[in-house]
């Protein structure tokens, strides 16, 4: 029987504590759900590219030094090698090939809904009025979410065979509707 996402998020809270990274988990679940159905997968995958963008931190606060293999070893125990390759391929350090669009997605989605998501936080208007543009000019400064892989962010969209604004577009979209769950409703709003 396949994960569920209610199995998936009570693990994730059994192994991540704060709410920050289970915020960012919920986030790329929601980018990774417009992803699947953007590229017209059926709902059985829409729920697994959900998972998987769930997922793909779990085991980074509980074990940093370790992280993806608790997580990975978790999903390859229930049979779900298709999330566990695409969580393996998203941490670039391990040189697991993107065989399949949900492990192009992951990649793709991951540190843009995070950037995106620290763009919408120092702006008034949170997520309601982000661009595109705003968000490239943002990329620009290093020192600006710091942590975010600029280059995997690039290197997610030439995989996805879309324009780096395009995609950044297609997040901040996907992410608009969850707004107030997310956090990103700016300080105005």
């Known amino acids: 029987?396949?994960?569920?996402r209610d199995d998936a998020w009570a693990h994730l809270c059994e192994w991540t504590k704060t709410d920050a990274?289970?915020?960012h988990a919920r986030a790329v679940e929601l980018v990774m759900r417009a992803a699947a159905q953007r590229y017209g997968e059926g709902e059985a995958e829409v729920e697994a590219w959900g998972i998987a963008g769930m997922l793909h931190d779990a085991d980074y606060e509980a074990w940093p030094e370790v992280h993806p293999d608790k997580?990975?070893?978790?999903?390859?125990?229930?049979d779900e090698e298709a999330i566990a390759h695409a969580i393996s391929a998203h941490y670039t350090k391990w040189g697991v090939p993107y065989d399949s669009q949900l492990d192009k997605a992951l990649l793709a989605c991951d540190e843009l809904t995070g950037f995106v998501g620290a763009c919408a936080l120092v702006r008034p208007e949170g997520?309601?009025?982000?661009?595109?543009?705003?968000?490239?000019?943002?990329?620009k400064d290093k020192r600006f979410a710091a942590k975010v892989e600029r280059a995997e962010v690039q290197a997610g969209a030439e995989l996805l065979?879309?324009?780096l604004g395009e995609?950044?577009?297609f997040v901040i979209e996907a992410l608009k509707p969850h707004a107030e769950e997310l956090g990103l409703t700016g300080s105005g709003a």
């Open 71 to 78: 997580i990975v070893a978790w999903l390859r125990e229930r």
């Open 21 to 23: 990274l289970r915020n």
């Open 161 to 163: 065979g879309v324009e």
């Open 127 to 139: 997520i309601s009025t982000l661009t595109a543009k705003s968000v490239k000019k943002k990329l």
């Open 167 to 169: 995609h950044i577009t």
């Open 1 to 4: 029987m396949p994960l569920t």
